[in-house]
Antibody, heavy 117, light 110 residues
Framework: QVQLVESGGGVVQPGRSLRLSCAAS????????MHWVRQAPGKGLEWVAL????????NYSDSVKGRFTISRDNSKNTLYLQMNSLRAEDTAVYYC??????????WGQGTLVTVSS | QSALTQPPSASGSPGQSVAISCTGTSSDVGGYNYVSWYQQHPGKAPKLIIYDVTKRPSGVPDRFSGSKSGNTASLTVSGLQPEDDADYYC??????????FGSGTKVTVL
């Protein structure tokens, strides 16, 4: 069955960096667009970034543009999110999501990132 | 990239119906038939329940239905069940490879 397993979360100081990974299995990864969606504690969902199936198109929300970088390795069925210059407001559970069209079809269980001194 | 507007809460007794609105603009909800809805139980990942405004993924009960009029989309849950007690989020494509979520609605089954 479809599995998306995020890793790399943890506690990090403001201004530092962190890289999240998402290992995909159970579906043809290279045919799906991939997104990161986050949810701050007790808050709603926020779309963060997307990358097309072949990496030809990438986009970010205004709140992370210039600080976060999304990438993928289709040979390893893995999605990444490089997060630089982290801020307290980046504290959230980060979900990796597979998208075939314009809706979020398959979700991982999420990894918690806490930005705190 | 402003969040779509949803009511914070809604409630109903088992067997009743509840409707949740999702209001955006002509640049997102009103501009595309790409509204989707997600159910989230505490501590769990969201689950897709409606896509392309009205379509249900395989396995989602037909108690869940979606619609749209102008800049407002709606999710209706008919015949409320105890397991429908959850948070619900709408989402819309907003053009230029941008997506936006709603603020979320807590549905309580009384």
């Amino acid at each position: 069955q479809v599995q998306l397993v995020e890793s790399g979360g943890g506690v990090v100081q403001p201004g530092r960096s962190l890289r999240l990974s998402c290992a995909a299995s159970g579906f043809t990864f290279r045919t799906y667009g991939m997104h990161w969606v986050r949810q701050a504690p007790g808050k709603g969902l926020e779309w963060v970034a997307l990358i097309w199936n072949d990496g030809s198109n990438i986009n970010y929300s205004d709140s992370v543009k210039g600080r976060f970088t999304i990438s993928r390795d289709n040979s390893k069925n893995t999605l990444y999110l490089q997060m630089n210059s982290l801020r307290a407001e980046d504290t959230a559970v980060y979900y990796c999501v597979a998208v075939i069209s314009f809706y979020f079809e398959y979700w991982g269980q999420g990894t918690l990132v806490t930005v705190s001194s | 990239q402003s969040a779509l507007t949803q009511p914070p809460s809604a409630s109903g007794s088992p067997g009743q119906s509840v409707a949740i609105s999702c209001t955006g603009t002509s640049s997102d909800v009103g501009g595309y038939n790409y509204v989707s809805w997600y159910q989230q139980h505490p501590g769990k990942a969201p689950k897709l329940i409606i896509y392309d405004v009205t379509k249900r993924p395989s396995g989602v009960p037909d108690r869940f239905s979606g619609s749209k009029s102008g800049n407002t989309a709606s999710l209706t849950v008919s015949g409320l069940q105890p397991e429908d007690d959850a948070d619900y989020y709408c989402s819309s494509y907003a053009g230029s490879h941008i997506f936006v979520f709603g603020s979320g609605t807590k549905v309580t089954v009384l």
